[in-house]
């Protein structure tokens, strides 16, 4: 089945959630993993964890064994809650591995801001130079070099993608921006809380966080480094009633002229053409045509069409009246969003092609 | 069944798609209704129409039977695309009928502004001076008066409601405001279409009209009445994977200092507390405790918890680092955005309760 | 808003889950009730736990101090999980209220079949004898007079109304029928449980108790007594991704000849034609014609178009080549499977009219 | 990417609709083809048809052209409606390819018995003899010398790997199966109808074909063949609130005794276990324990865990009262009942692995 010549040894601490469950099914699929270890703190079955992974094979092991084993290890990937990565991220790369955190524990430079956006002081700081903020179509040479890969947040990642060429382009006047994203549940994780059951989420939309979200200023950052000045970040999150998926419209207001064209030759510059330049990010280039309410259902992405893959569909659009440019992005929380971009991440700080394991269209 | 003294007779014009359904729906528990008269173009099936209404015995008239009947109506509920309403209202009108007209015919003053938002030529331009916004909150002395109410869009209601209170108490100071709003599916109608099939949005999420949406000036136009000055609405609208409902956050950045406790008291004194006050409209004045995630289910709204209801919900947050205000409300953009607030209107128009008929709490 | 003349008191026991936040609901669009007690074991908030009746006014009170006011009380009812409302009814009852009780521990006349049922002992078999069962479309003389009633449940009654007709018809060559519905996610109760997180049922649908459910042995009894000899009851249950309804279907083999007309003719004989005969039970008499797949739809009743209403829509067909009657039957879970056929009781039991506070048609 | 040395040309006739997007998606990763010609009558675009395969630069062909270039073709597949296969087939074949037809013209191996349940003549019945039904798990043999091949109905599918074992060991006292299942709404085609629109079929449940469903006597062709005598199907079906997918549940009267243990045993003999035995099989053995409410949900095979997917999970029980064994089956009518198993076709009649391009897990 598999194209790859290697036989890669993989790990994931934190293998019984979500995001852990959907790296085993993409390094499933990946041609050049031949191992994955994922590992759990306590003694549970990963069928039943896991049913969609039925017949695999996979089974879990525990973290202290996968610790034992370290110096086995090509990657290790972590998806464990805030604080973990941080305590356990030297062990695996004084014994040799990638490691790649999808945690928030090393996407901050300065570990004052960490400890503003989290509440917690950082316990290893001196990780903080040589961890690399891995979105990859942005920071692709550091990612290329690095050792340890902090993955991005989804809303962040996701954001970062409907913002980078416009910021590019246009940041000198751009100061603030607002953004706005609704999530699938899988975002609030396994534990089960009523709030977020069946019964209470269905046929509803419930914000969240709206005094400020933690991925705000970890945007802040990177939009920061993007235009060399400070740019304000307001980001406001939902869940919304699907499980997967998130869709997110940024809003930025310009001070000079533009127009949907010329945003659309922007973006596709920056990106490229289909999948010529940039393959999981696709500019949504069609013309506006035809009449009202008919029209509008080719120019922007939908959800559905991205979930499943690590695509990042785009579409742009201009209102003239306020100048205010409209992106919206669609990804799936889950795979661009997380484990799909932490595979893009571990191919390309191995050398590996960048999309392997990763080519799967959305459903 | 009925604790009404008085017997209407209320035609419904255009009454097969999901608002004219929804105002008989309504109609039928109304303790002062006793003739409901639901008019189509064609000859079709109430029941089959209306599956859920099955049973109560209501049958399609035509449009020009209803005209006929004229006289004998109290009220006229105009539930047709625009332009229909503004060639028949004069009719009803010198009939002795309170005409409520729920499409977009009459919510401009102007003529001139209601061509420029809908390219159309208005065709009544006399009648609109008589015309009052239903907006009820805001304009219920008017409505008291009124013989033609133009009801407002399910959006722009939904938007008034979120942002009175801050225009009414800061408005000075507030030149813009963004208003992001997912709607449920109903709100596109019940002509078939394939991207509204429900194996084409089941878990999407669909934008549409970001270059501007037209109720947009509608509400410029109610704030600009508000502050005395310009007000520029930036709306943005999406389709949601749920039948009803609309989930509307408003952000507003302000100039001076506020906090999420004086929102609140503004919100409260504007609206009164629970039912005392604006019996539809309850702000949650929930307090921030406890830990991060457990908190914030209370402090918002929740689409749910007005679907098939009259209420509007509003909750309140504070961004202090960027000093946005952000409102979230919900509601039933079949009930109060549309049939709900038309009977609320015919209500005070007519000197009854203002909330017969309409008191059922959401499921 | 009332038109009812009577001021009644009504406790609720179990108030904090799904259905007694259901029977407040209800209770308030109620023309005769004047006062609700809902009582939970602890200390809440009614607002925040039942949000949808925010401004309502009502406060939870304890399950004791409900008990000490037992005299003022002229009806409770229990929504409390099996075993609870056999060790209080008593308590009530000698006080002179009247007991409805939504679990099941009233529902079987012979304290073993309830110990068969449930693996509990009764502790008040005392009672049974005076117990009625409440499916109030047939035992509506029985109800008139009950002091004690035992409310089926959801999935039972659901099932009786669908097949009573026939059985009634055509009793005497019924030996077995099958069952099988699927609920919504509100069937399961409040506790968070991770398999009914709404990211896990998003999508989805789940088979559960299919070795034998215990609403089986409770059609049982009642299929035995319309028939006078014993009917097997094959029932299957299935959660499905909705949060309220109930869609069953009750397959039965028939050994004499029948049509499709003949069944609408019996099932229309039986429930009356539209709302003459029973108001709540109504039989989709459309006739099959037109081409394929058109036909269908307005053949059997739809999920949506009962919820959020005590109606229960029947549709029929027979399927001439195995001979094999099909019967769909759509009923609200929460409403005709359980708060609003309580208060249709009470509304019996107390010489009401029977339709008081539940004419309220889907959404 | 590919590990497949091959270079294979596949075209794809109805390629607009849901399965021929759905077999587009999965060729895209199929490591032994080169070249997809996906053909349809009119002239529309590939990426605005099928958004979620922007990107992959797929773009349509006609039909005519497709059928002028039948001699480059290694494999053509055909996904249109009744009818049209059977026209064409013969050119395709005449010029070397291998047809897969997913529609049923010739899943009959009786013209008359077609005629019946399509009520259409058939047009080539003399490919009948050749063609062969593609139930790649009990057929294999056939499907690897096959030109011809008819690929089973969705339904029809799950429902044959839901019984197959029981038949094949218990066959001789089983002469009525029913079937329930329930299915997403692309399995209704991407035509819209008002029925079933988002806004209808949202929360809701409709049954159709209740009189008998055309895949009725597909099934009772393939169980007669099982078994060596007539076995009736009671098929009834059901539009679901999910897009994609078939929850099946099929229940069956044992004269002899049984157990759940037996049952399990019978079909991981069958199948064989894990990805031991069919790969795309899996029987889900856990054992019954712990308490009620609890141990149901391992059981039971979950809708969720399949889609996007070509596994079919199944699950049993015992209902020991009764006699009855109860077999629930999911799959994604899309790809393993659709256009997964007719690339699992293909696979085998050419040669190639049989899990090539097919080894995704679900989401």
């Given at each position: 089945m598999s194209g790859g010549g290697r036989d890669l040894v993989v790990g994931v601490v934190g293998a019984a959630g979500y995001t852990g469950g959907e790296l085993c099914r993409l390094l499933l699929?990946?041609?050049?993993?031949?191992?994955?270890?994922?590992?759990?703190?306590?003694?549970?079955?990963?069928?039943?964890?896991?049913?969609?992974?039925?017949?695999?094979?996979?089974?879990?092991?525990?973290?202290d064994e996968l610790e034992a084993r370290a110096v086995d290890l090509d990657v290790v990937f972590f998806c464990t809650p805030t604080g973990h990565a941080m305590l356990a991220a030297r062990h695996y790369l004084d014994a040799g591995a990638v490691v790649v955190d999808l945690s928030a524990d090393f996407r901050f430079a300065d570990p004052a801001a960490f400890e503003r956006a989290h509440g917690v002081v950082h316990a290893a700081p001196e990780l903080l130079d040589e961890a690399v903020y891995g979105a990859t179509e942005l920071n692709r040479d550091l990612v290329r070099k690095a050792r340890l890969i902090a993955n991005p947040g989804c809303y962040a990642l996701t954001a970062v993608l409907a913002l980078a060429p416009l910021l590019d382009a246009r940041g000198d006047g751009i100061h603030d921006v607002a953004v706005h994203a609704v999530n699938g549940t899988t975002g609030a994780g396994t534990t089960p809380k009523k709030d977020l059951a069946h019964a209470e989420v269905f046929g509803s939309m419930l914000a969240y966080s709206l005094e400020g979200h933690r991925h705000g200023p970890e945007l802040e950052a990177v939009f920061g480094a993007l235009t060399g000045h400070e740019v304000g970040v307001d980001l406001n999150t939902t869940h919304g009633n699907f499980a997967r998926g998130i869709h997110l419209q940024a809003n930025v207001r310009l001070t000079g002229p533009t127009s949907r064209a010329e945003l659309l030759e922007t973006y596709t510059r920056f990106y490229g053409a289909g999948h010529d330049g940039e393959f999981f990010v696709l500019v949504n280039d069609n013309a506006r045509t035809g009449k009202i309410n008919d029209k509008q259902y080719d120019l922007y992405p939908r959800l559905a069409d991205v979930v499943g893959s690590n695509f990042c569909h785009l579409?742009?659009?201009?209102?003239?009246?306020?100048?205010?440019?409209?992106?919206?992005?669609?990804?799936?929380n889950l795979v661009k969003g997380a484990a799909g971009s932490a595979i893009q991440n571990m191919n390309v700080a191995l050398g590996l092609p960048e999309t392997a394991g990763l080519r799967a269209y959305a459903l």
């Open positions: 699929g990946h041609p050049d993993v031949g191992t994955i270890l994922p590992a759990v703190r306590d003694d549970r079955s990963f069928e039943r964890t896991h049913p969609n992974l039925a017949g695999s094979g996979l089974v879990f092991t525990t973290v579409g742009l659009d201009h209102d003239a009246d306020r100048n205010v440019v409209k992106v919206v992005a669609v990804t799936d």
